[in-house]
């Protein structure tokens, strides 16, 4: 248990749906990371906070979806109107300075 | 971030020395080289990282060239619970950049 904490662990929702996961960061940690895993793949990141300030994101992160963190505290990834394509896992990380990971939202989209 | 070159796949006996290689050919002088591994369905788990002198901690080993453009992983005495990809980055240290995992190196620990 790396302290950072991800719910919830497991969604299935159907293709149209808006899905919101949330990530928990070790509470001292001011920087905090969104990616992305598919099947046989690493982790690609999606999107990167400084405290509540979101300060890059990447080109797979398409217009369905929004990650905020207000108060630099926990942070939240949503993803409107699902795809199959958005099936996944996404997965979360805080730093001070090395990246610790939750253990991931597996997403099922049907 | 320089880019790294990992075999796909190894394989180790339980209880001898897991060797992972990595090349790092394009290192750039304040770039470090990090170790990260992944058990099945798990997060991202760090193991450590070093800029050119070998490293040691509870986990592993690090050994890096003296030209820095490769790097091995030693897990002294595998076990069965050392099953994961490993993920060979280089990176700047304490920056807000995100890893580059590329594939990795799955690793198989058998009996």
């Known amino acids: 248990d790396t302290g950072v904490s991800q719910d919830p662990r497991h969604k299935i929702t159907k293709r149209g749906q808006n899905v919101t996961f949330r990530c928990d960061p070790i509470s001292e940690h001011n920087r905090l990371y969104w990616y992305r895993q598919t099947l046989g793949q690493g982790p690609e990141f999606l999107t990167y906070f400084q405290n509540e300030a979101q300060l890059e994101k990447s080109r797979l992160l398409s217009d369905r979806f929004s990650a905020e963190r207000p108060k630099g505290s926990f942070s939240t990834l949503e993803i409107q109107r699902t795809e199959q394509g958005d099936s996944a896992m996404y997965l979360c990380?805080?730093?001070?300075?090395?990246?610790?990971f939750g253990p991931g939202t597996r997403l099922t989209v049907l | 971030d320089a880019k790294t070159t990992q075999p796909p796949s190894m394989d180790c006996a339980e209880g001898r020395a897991a060797n992972l290689p990595c090349n790092h050919s394009t290192i750039s002088g304040n770039e470090y080289v990090y170790w990260y591994r992944q058990i099945h369905s798990q997060g991202p788990q760090y193991i450590i990282h070093g800029l050119k002198n070998n490293e040691t901690n509870e986990m592993a080993s690090l050994i890096i060239t003296e030209d820095r453009k490769s790097s091995t992983l030693i897990l002294p005495h595998a076990t069965l619970r050392d099953t994961a990809v490993y993920y060979c980055i280089v990176r700047v240290v304490n920056s807000g950049y995100a890893l580059n995992f590329g594939k990795g190196t799955s690793l198989l620990v058998t009996p």
């Open positions: 990380a805080s730093s001070f300075p090395g990246q610790f």
